[in-house]
């Protein structure tokens, strides 16, 4: 199994650009979710999805937008990039009712 | 609602020495608590979990962590550092029946030789 898998590793945005970070799993985990880690905030939640179809958000969602069509693919899409998006986005994932949530290697954006 | 301080974000010990990572809690439940580790450009991994089973938790690599419900505390010790234990730990809560993580800011260990 690849586990969480996350691409690009690192991107560099200007300004009002979109652009979509891919988040797949190969472990038929319900669950996904997005966070986004800043130096002395830990990790905070953007979105998650409980299943294909359903998706909610978390504490931090604004400017960011998620779909889940299918159980593996859980992509997080940047409308129009803002500097105050700059930081490293992480996908996890994990079986519904169990807590132990598997994480991808990250996504590191700059957006000038 | 839950949430998790963590206590220093900086902890700095010499190798073989004890480590203590401070872990406060705060939920409205009987809390799922965990300690993840991320070593330099990586994801987090799991090092241990508390699930109400026993208080005192083994996790990998030697840490382990006890579960205080009198002190809403779930510290994570080491009795002696190696330098691969060098990275930033985050303690995290999860409700018992939630399916959200909160994650506390984290603690970066530094292991000097």
Redesign the interface.
């Given at each position: 199994n690849a586990g969480v898998t996350q691409t690009p590793k690192f991107q560099v945005l200007k300004t009002g650009q979109s652009m979509t970070l891919q988040c797949a799993q190969d472990m038929n985990h319900e669950y996904m979710s997005w966070y986004r880690q800043d130096p002395g905030m830990g990790l905070r939640l953007i979105h998650y999805s409980v299943g294909a179809g359903i998706t909610d958000q978390g504490e931090v969602p604004n400017g960011y937008n998620v779909s889940r069509s299918t159980t593996e693919d859980f992509p997080l899409r940047l409308l129009s990039a803002a500097p105050s998006q700059t930081s490293v986005y992480f996908c996890a994932s994990r079986l519904q009712g169990y807590n132990e949530q598997f994480f991808g290697p990250g996504t590191r954006l700059t957006v000038l | 609602a839950q949430s998790?301080t963590q206590l220093g974000?900086h902890v700095s010990v010499s190798e073989g020495a004890l480590v203590l990572l401070r872990c406060n809690y705060s939920s409205s439940v009987p809390p799922?608590l965990?300690w993840?580790v991320q070593y330099p450009?990586?994801?987090?991994?799991?090092l241990l979990?508390y699930?109400s089973a026993a208080t005192l938790v083994k996790g990998i690599n030697g840490f382990e962590a006890e579960f205080k419900k009198s002190e809403t505390s779930f510290h994570l010790t080491k009795p002696s550092a190696h330098m691969s234990d060098a990275a930033e730990y985050?303690c995290a809560v999860?409700p018992q029946s939630g399916?959200?993580?909160?994650?506390?800011?984290?603690t970066q260990l530094t292991v000097n030789p």
């Amino acid at each position: 199994n690849a586990g969480v898998t996350q691409t690009p590793k690192f991107q560099v945005l200007k300004t009002g650009q979109s652009m979509t970070l891919q988040c797949a799993q190969d472990m038929n985990h319900e669950y996904m979710s997005w966070y986004r880690q800043d130096p002395g905030m830990g990790l905070r939640l953007i979105h998650y999805s409980v299943g294909a179809g359903i998706t909610d958000q978390g504490e931090v969602p604004n400017g960011y937008n998620v779909s889940r069509s299918t159980t593996e693919d859980f992509p997080l899409r940047l409308l129009s990039a803002a500097p105050s998006q700059t930081s490293v986005y992480f996908c996890a994932s994990r079986l519904q009712g169990y807590n132990e949530q598997f994480f991808g290697p990250g996504t590191r954006l700059t957006v000038l | 609602a839950q949430s998790v301080t963590q206590l220093g974000s900086h902890v700095s010990v010499s190798e073989g020495a004890l480590v203590l990572l401070r872990c406060n809690y705060s939920s409205s439940v009987p809390p799922y608590l965990f300690w993840y580790v991320q070593y330099p450009n990586q994801g987090l991994q799991l090092l241990l979990k508390y699930t109400s089973a026993a208080t005192l938790v083994k996790g990998i690599n030697g840490f382990e962590a006890e579960f205080k419900k009198s002190e809403t505390s779930f510290h994570l010790t080491k009795p002696s550092a190696h330098m691969s234990d060098a990275a930033e730990y985050f303690c995290a809560v999860s409700p018992q029946s939630g399916s959200r993580l909160t994650f506390g800011e984290g603690t970066q260990l530094t292991v000097n030789p």
